[in-house]
């Protein structure tokens, strides 16, 4: 029999190591479907909407650190992936996405769901290949695998018309392919004269800091840094602040942890680096939910840069010394430059943040719990459970990320670049499909969870035993909250209704709670925690919390508001 150019794609993407995917099929992608059944040695995971497939793929490639590939049809098919695909760019996930196109004859005629789709994501993937032959497939494949890799990882697609899918591979491609490995190798650029001298200066940099701050982003993740970064802190007892999407690079609780910084940040991270200085930051963007206003930001310090992406340099914050290259390679040359020391002074004026850092919420009683406090029974139980965590975006994604106890490393799933709504709960079907034997909670809001709600199917499908909170005030609680604080109190657009979620949740064969009282919380999260398959708890909160500490948008770091005061309007 021959093989086709569906045949060669699945036999390719196995020997890049794929063992699932996540997909929804349509007429002009059906020659490779045809060839995953035949091959039968890949998994293929029925989203119920596409972007929910290109989210999966992404939480599958978060959490083990591979490449996540996700599968559309053309036109409707491809169009959605879309947001999936900015929302990888943006926080550097490598994935491979591949569109079926209508064939080669047809393309360029405005053919049924023919549509441009390399064009639509060439700014929102690291690069896009159009499948002219099937002798082209294998290389473009090791090709797009090499390229969501290398450097800063990021999403690569493969748009692939219907006839290359079902046309012949030559014998010659064949049978070279059959016998050639592919080889995963690491770039190694970084150790010429520049970048040392560079590593060189940041160490002396270090070393001469009386208040210095470790600025930890995802990067650390990325490169397998976790432990180097910790070591180096407590080597150098340097204070520990991280990045929304760093979160799970230095443990929560640790004596040199500071917190989250950024516009919701806690007030220790966020005044150390003000009155820092030396901002040692590592594999981060320094984007502007982080820097606030970039001219007052860390107005003391000395800033030295490592990431390996050249274009990320002085985009807001211009450094004194940049580093670039793979963290793998260039932190552990600087670790072993930095010379031991203790920052007692330093240590001691953090300390009178302290007070500041534990926010004051209500205890939970009779009623509506406060947000903030139900969340942390949430959050408990996850660090008790050394579970993986997704959330969607708005409000109760800044509260968990306050409330989180240590959490293992690629263990919290969120959207930090793109803020897309909608990801948490397929996000967490791709980690549960990568770590059947971790629990994978969901938290989302009751606006956000609606956008791929249609994905808890996907989850019953697929037997993932997610724990699923809802985080329920009746409003699109982050835009309710500038709308307090920024535009009067005038709440435009921003109530929401939506279904009784146990009631939906049990429609999808999955058990549901309510829960209105924060004396039940307890024993709801207990519940889910212990339930056998998938459950989702309704979570009622009080409508009107808002989060805080809060950098408003054009303030510098310290100009944080951590009460409530009058809105501005
Ligand atoms: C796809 C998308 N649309 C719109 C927004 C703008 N947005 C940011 S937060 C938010 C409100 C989220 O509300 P909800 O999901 O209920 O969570 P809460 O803030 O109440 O915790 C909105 C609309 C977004 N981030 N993503």
Known sequence: MKTTGGDILCQALHAQGVRVLFGHPGGAILPFYDALHRDGRIRHVLARHEQGAAHAADGYARVTGVVGVCVATSGPGATNLVTGLATAMADSVPMVAITGQVPRGAMGTEAFQETDILGITAPVTKYGFLAHTADEIPGIVAEAFRIARAGRPGPVLIDVPKDVQSEAVSDEVRSAFACSPVVVSRTRDNDDALTLAQIHRAAALVDRAERPVLLVGRGVLLSGMVDTVRRLAEWADLPVVTSLLGLDAFPAQHPLALGLTGMHGTPRANHAIQESDLILGLGLRFDDRLVGH????????????????????????????????????????????????????????????????????????????????????????????????????????????????????????????????????????????????????????????????????????????????????????????????????????????????????????????????????????????????????????????????????????????????????
Do not use: K
């Open 294 to 569: 970039a001219e007052d930001f860390a107005p003391r310090a000395r800033v030295v840069h490592f990431d390996v992406d050249p274009s990320v340099i002085g985009r807001t914050i211009r450094p004194h010394v940049s580093v670039i290259g793979d963290l793998a390679e260039t932190l552990p040359l600087l670790a072993a430059r930095v010379r031991p020391r203790t920052r007692a002074a330093w240590r001691d004026r953090l300390r009178a943040w302290d007070r500041e850092a534990e926010p004051l919420t209500p205890a939970l009683a009779e009623g509506l719990p406060h947000a903030r406090t139900a969340l942390r029974v949430v959050a408990a139980q996850i660090g008790r459970s050394h579970a993986i965590v997704a959330t969607d975006v708005g409000q109760h994604q800044m509260w968990m990320a306050q409330e989180l106890p240590d959490l293992e490393p690629r263990s919290f799933l969120t959207t930090g670049g793109m803020g897309t709504m909608g990801y948490a709960l397929p996000a967490a079907i791709g980690a549960a499909i990568a770590c059947p034997d971790r629990d994978i909670w969901v938290v989302a809001g009751d606006g956000g969870f609606q956008m791929c709600v249609q994905e808890l199917a996907t989850a019953v499908q697929e037997r993932c035993r997610l724990r699923i909170v809802v985080v329920n005030n009746g409003y699109l609680g982050m835009v309710r909250q500038w709308q307090e604080m920024f535009y009067g109190g005038r709440y435009s657009g921003s109530e929401i209704s939506g279904p009784d979620f146990a009631a939906l949740a049990l429609a999808y064969g999955i058990p549901g709670r309510t829960v209105a009282c924060g004396a039940a919380l307890g024993d709801a999260v207990s519940w889910a925690s212990a339930e056998e398959g998938p459950a989702l708890l309704d979570l009622r909160v009080a409508r009107e919390d808002n989060v805080y500490p809060f950098v408003p948008a054009g303030a510098a770091l310290h100009e944080l508001i951590v009460a409530p005061r009058a809105a501005v309007s």
